[in-house]
């Protein structure tokens, strides 16, 4: 079964561009996350989608990010425009809804605004 | 503010002995915890949970303790293999439904 994809792994930006990231769920996942994770920190959660649904988006910066998942499979999320504080790297991560708590993640994008 | 805070950024073991990364919360109402595990450019993995009704939950060689008093949680892994070399995470389960509040996390090298 093939695992959370998400693209691109890499990307290097100058400030003020704007940057989108791709994730593909779990086949059948109908709960999907986007993380983002500073170094040297955790994880931290952007927003949840149930199906096509964002859920729970209150700790998304609205005024630059913003995201979408119009069919409630495939997810992407933007940032535009960059700041230097965005570098990061963002996780998205799926789930089952119901069966069980576990989350899985994809390997993430690492963002670099210079 | 960080509510799951873990205080050892890394850990140092020899193959063959017992690993124990430690993880404090703050609030009593948490309600399930989990363990997450992290390679270099990988997303986090899941390795085992455990919710507040219990103590304890073992499975093969990970065992995680719940200690509701003290508000304290501890992964221990027996024996500790280099394989075993990661970013671990602990994390608890909010009010919200599947949302997910990682701690900082602990490098644990296992060295031959």
């Known amino acids: 079964e093939a695992g959370v994809v998400q693209s691109p792994r890499y990307k290097i930006i100058e400030k003020k561009q704007p940057v989108a990231f791709w994730c593909n769920p779990i086949?059948?996942?109908?709960?999907l996350y986007w993380y983002r994770q500073n170094l040297g920190q955790g994880p931290e959660l952007l927003i949840r989608?149930?199906?096509?649904?964002?859920?729970?988006d209150s700790q998304l910066p609205k005024d630059r990010f913003s995201a979408e998942r119009l069919k409630g499979v495939d997810s992407t999320l933007k940032i535009q425009p960059a700041e230097l504080g965005d570098s990061a790297v963002y996780l998205c991560?799926?789930?089952?809804?119901?069966?069980?708590?576990?989350?899985?993640f994809g390997p993430g994008t690492r963002l670099t605004v210079l | 503010d960080q509510q799951v805070k873990q205080n050892s950024p890394s850990l140092s073991v020899q193959e063959g002995r017992i690993s124990i990364l430690n993880c404090d919360y703050t609030?009593?109402?948490?309600?399930?915890f989990l363990w997450y595990k992290k390679y270099p450019a990988e997303g986090p993995t899941f390795l085992i949970s455990?919710?507040?009704?219990?103590d304890k939950n073992e499975d093969g060689r990970f065992t995680v303790f719940l200690n509701k008093s003290a508000k304290h949680l501890s992964l221990h892994i027996v024996p500790s293999q280099p394989g075993d070399s990661a970013v671990y995470f602990c994390?608890?389960?909010?009010?919200?439904?599947?949302?997910?509040?990682f701690g900082r996390g602990t490098q644990l090298t296992v060295w031959p």
């Open positions: 609030n009593s109402m948490f309600d399930y």
């Open positions: 455990i919710s507040s009704i219990k």
């Open positions: 086949s059948g996942h109908n709960t």
């Open positions: 991560a799926s789930r089952l809804t119901g069966v069980a708590d576990t989350q899985y």
């Open positions: 994390a608890y389960r909010g009010s919200t439904l599947g949302r997910l509040y």
């Open positions: 989608y149930e199906n096509e649904e964002a859920v729970d």
